[in-house]
């Protein structure tokens, strides 16, 4: 694997990771691009005690672009892209309009106390998983797959080390079922100026689970999940895949390491080998649970790195909003306003789907 | 107001909320219906612990019926629907594909504790406004917003009381955009089996903001709110609505009683006669704000009965997916997946637009 990193007209890093056989790759943005958007503001809600990104400039971000004006695409005479070159195999590059950004800032206070806010500090990153505008995750062999997750994991080690960040997120959204506003196959990666809400709550769950019992919760869930069996989806050397006990969505499956780590970085090169191979499989039975391109989002959950980083556990949580090959699941009332899920499927049955189309 | 009990042909209740002058409403269901679903199935999360409903029979529910055949109309001669008279001003009957419903019952534990579960007990309820197929709560007349704050009142109190209840959630999901299954304009109301993760998570804030402060949260997100006035888009007598400081969502305003109160039932008559008129200029408001009729959540929130119902606030937030005339926005992966939002629009220029269009 080779690096190469290239700085855009506006500033912004983008960086190949080619095959060492690869050729090399344009290091020049001959684009006259304006001045890079203001931070945005992230303000703190005192009701949930969380933070939101308040990022207007967003707006007007490139939404569903026709494929001749894909910005993903590599550049080509006369059309210059974010990406400089002429081909590429992964390209990462820091998001034009980006939820996060900048250095770290002073905190602010409002309102007696009750409004804070600051910078939306931080950094958001695009991953293309291939130069071709057509296709998928699921269509790429297993040797780009295995870059893919090369340039993943080492995207985690460089912005674990930003100052200010307190957890990175690797990500793809797939399918406009679920708001994607460009097609090119691609991913994201925020690294966030705090803790997740999600985050927090699970490893609020694993304390309580330590103090109770002096083991780690992730690990007992994964080995009752073994046990049981009946919403395992597949097992291989290095990973585990199962449908969650109290899954909420109509298609979801969680992927573990066995040998828990706190990061994609921390994974070592049997386990990065194995997960190319088996993210693939999981992808392609996402296309065949209902016959259709599968909308999802595939979620790579890491260990914070300020809090509770030894307890926390890498793994995938994937799903879709498909409830069946016509219909989609919406957050409406329950869900968005209340945080309280409805699963129209069982799990077990999830399950059952995702083992028939094994191979497909 | 006159309140008249109906039970339909599978033993589900229905309820009439009639003005005083209206005919009175049959109370025979000539339907042959059949046996109502077994209970839904709520399992514990045992990473978020989160209850999560597994109710596996509403993927057989109503979906966009023709007019022709909707449910929720009036009956009409050889045409039965849910609502045996051939009209009504108000109406409330358990769904018939709830989500939660059914006696108490035991909690089971699998997994070497990691799996509890136990019956979604609770109940659903369906909330007709008008007995017209067209139309939507905004076009209601004062009056009839009147009587179906009545309605929600009298229900939160019915509710309340029943065993194993411990939140009663009143609110309506308006348009396709956020997965309305039934044209007719309806709302509804969850009794929940626990107290929701939102609700739980703001009540953590409030208590911690009491211990700190010695005062009530929600009291002082008002107050401060009202000092600051930028976010403030409507007074009355005695009600107040703000977008607030960390606004989620393109389009969000939020409604508290100037005296704060646990629930809807809590209202006195004053409050309640300001609250018909105040919430019907907020929603015309909504469809105002691009000129469509605005898909939206209404949320009532309303105090637990169980924990720290005496910090609980009564209100609404009322927010939208949509974020431009033509553009909704998705929860894609940071907000699905790790609760991180992100909003496209500034809390100050919601307020601004939701000034504008006053007396729409």
Redesign the interface.
Known sequence: MRRTLVTLADGRELFHYDDDSSPERATHDPRPLDARAAA?QL??????????????H??ERT?LPAADDCPLCPSREGRPTEIPSTDYDVVVFENRFP?FTGPVGPTLV???G??EHHAAWGRCEVVCFTSEHEGSFAGLDAARARLVVEAWADRTAELSALPGVEQV?V???RGEA???TMRHPHG?I?A?P?V????R??L???A??REATGRN??D??VA??L??GRRVVLESEHWVAFV?????WPVEVHLYPRRRVPDLAALDAEQRDDLAGVYLELLRRGDAFFGIPLPY?A?W?QAPLTADRAEGALHL?L?SVQ??AD????????E????????????E?IAARLREVAGA
């Open positions: 945005p303000r703190h809600d005192p009701l949930l005690d969380e933070w939101v990104s308040v990022a207007s967003r707006m939404f939820s409002e309102g007696d009750v409004f997120f990500f793809e959204n679920i708001g994607v994201q925020y966030y705090f997740t809400p999600t985050t709550a699970q609020a769950s694993v309580r689970h919760l992730y007992d869930v009752a999940e046990r049981d969650p006990f109290a899954a909420r989002i979620a959950h949580e799903f409830r069946a219909k989609l699941k919406y957050l409406a009332g329950s968005s306003a209340m945080g309280a899920f409805v699963n129209d499927r069982e799990p049955s």
